[in-house]
Each structure stands twice: as structure tokens, then as C-alpha cells.
């Protein structure tokens, strides 16, 4: 069976994704840097794991053409990423290229990796990446990280383009989510709840929320879907329910 190769892959979002793959019965392979947490990740759901840390570029390289060999990949989510919450005269250069390497030059390098395999897919394949509602939106303290996302809609468009007819490729765009990523923010629960009464659903994302998007977009009933940016926000991106 061609897998579904899962970036990201013990980590809240991406964990999410690949149970609901999995349920439904595919093959998934999980992908990500913590090696203790990707081997539980990998245990619990007998999916095989490969430990990569996706800024080095070396080792993006010869992962995904270890990958590659064995076949045809027929999915692929990067559900890896950063939050960045600074005013901009309190950002590093450091902060820039970690937020630029991980969330966009990252998916880049794999998808430059994958694409061979990608194409060679039996039934055509599908690619999520992942943006942030805050490319859309415009939030105080959110250059460096809506920097990066608005590099991975546009690298999501692009290469929807360049990889057509044979693979689709679409973006999810997420406003805050309960995941160990977010637990900066989301673990204050007073701060979770301001932020939740931000949205017209009142209320802040969950992984199976944004799980269940990226779950039907690597379908084939999506098969007539790319080069989207599609918003999981709670409304966030388009309603004001106050004031």
C-alpha cells in the first residue's frame, strides 16, 4: 500500500492526522525530530518512524530518498511549525530564520524530495501544509511567524502549480490551537479564554478540528481541490461577532 508520510507526526496536529489515516485504514509513516515522543507516536499506532530534524538540509535529502526507494508515496503532510509571539523590536535575526527554515525552507526541501515519488503515485497524490490564520488577519506580535507562513501559501500555490495534474496541493490555515506547541499560550487559561471569546465559535481550535480537514484533503474526495488555503479559525479570519 502506498503510505501517507505524516511530518510532524507525534506531534499535536500531525498526531491527529495520522490516527484518523490510520482509522481509516491507510498506511502512514511518521516523521519528526523528538525521538522519544516519535517512537511512542510510532508504537502506538505500529506505524513506522523516521527521526529528521526538516532545517537540516542534508538530512531532509537522504531521508526522503531513503523513502523514496521503496515506492510510490501517495500523501504527504507537514503538519510542522513554530510560534513566534514577539513585538518586532524584540526579534532576533535567529527568530526569523528559525521561524523561515522550519515552516517554509523545510517543506520546500521535503517536497523537492518527495516529488519523484509524489508523481509516481498509482492514483494521483495529495499534499497539506499547514499556514496560520495570522497571515490573513494581521496580528500585533506576529511578523516573523506570519513572515514564514505567508512563504509557505505562496510555496503552496506555486508548486500546486508546478505539480499538476498528477499532484494536489493545499494549505490549512489555523487560528490557535489546544497542542503541546501551543501550551505557551493556550496552558494560561485565562489568556485561552480571551483569546477563545476572539472567535465567533467561541472557543479555541482542537487537533481533530484541523485533523479532519487535512484527513479529507489527502482523499480522494478532495480530488478536485488545489492550490487552496483553506481556514480551520472558528470564524476567526472572517466574522466580527463583537463590537
Not at 526522503?64 to 513566534?84: D, F, H, N, R, W
Not at 496541493?169 to 506547541?181: D, G, H, K, M, Q
Request: net charge neutral; hydrophobic share 50%; charged share 20%.
Amino acid at each position: 500500500m502506498e503510505p501517507i508520510l505524516i511530518f510532524g507526526g507525534s506531534g499535536g496536529i500531525g498526531g491527529a492526522i495520522a490516527r484518523k489515516l490510520k482509522a481509516r485504514g491507510e498506511h502512514v509513516i511518521l516523521l519528526g525530530r523528538d525521538a522519544a515522543r516519535l517512537e511512542a507516536a510510532g508504537r502506538a499506532l505500529d506505524a513506522p518512524t523516521h527521526r529528521l530534524d526538516v532545517t537540516d538540509a542534508a538530512a531532509v535529502a537522504a531521508t526522503m530518498a531513503e523513502i523514496a526507494a521503496t515506492g510510490p508515496i501517495k500523501g504527504l503532510a507537514y503538519a510542522v511549525g513554530t510560534i513566534t509571539v514577539k513585538p518586532i523590536a524584540a526579534l532576533k535575526p535567529a527568530d526569523f530564520e528559525t521561524d523561515y527554515k522550519v515552516n517554509a525552507l523545510g517543506a520546500a526541501l521535503v517536497l523537492q524530495g518527495a516529488a519523484p515519488a509524489l508523481k509516481a503515485a498509482s492514483q494521483g497524490a495529495s499534499v497539506v501544509l499547514f499556514s496560520s490564520v495570522a497571515v490573513a488577519q494581521g496580528f500585533s506580535g506576529h511578523a516573523s511567524i506570519a513572515m514564514a507562513k505567508g512563504a509557505v501559501e505562496g510555496l503552496t500555490r506555486a508548486l500546486a502549480a508546478e505539480f499538476a495534474p498528477s499532484v494536489r496541493i493545499n494549505c490549512i490555515a489555523p487560528s490557535l490551537t489546544r497542542t503541546p506547541l501551543a501550551s505557551a499560550l493556550t496552558g494560561n487559561e485565562a489568556l485561552a479564554k480571551a483569546v477563545a471569546e476572539l472567535h465567533a465559535l467561541r472557543r479555541l481550535g482542537e487537533p481533530d478540528d484541523i485533523a479532519g480537514l487535512a484527513a479529507f484533503l489527502l482523499s480522494d474526495e478532495a480530488g478536485w481541490m488545489t492550490g487552496q488555503v483553506v481556514g480551520v479559525d472558528g470564524g476567526r479570519s472572517a466574522l466580527r461577532t463583537k463590537g
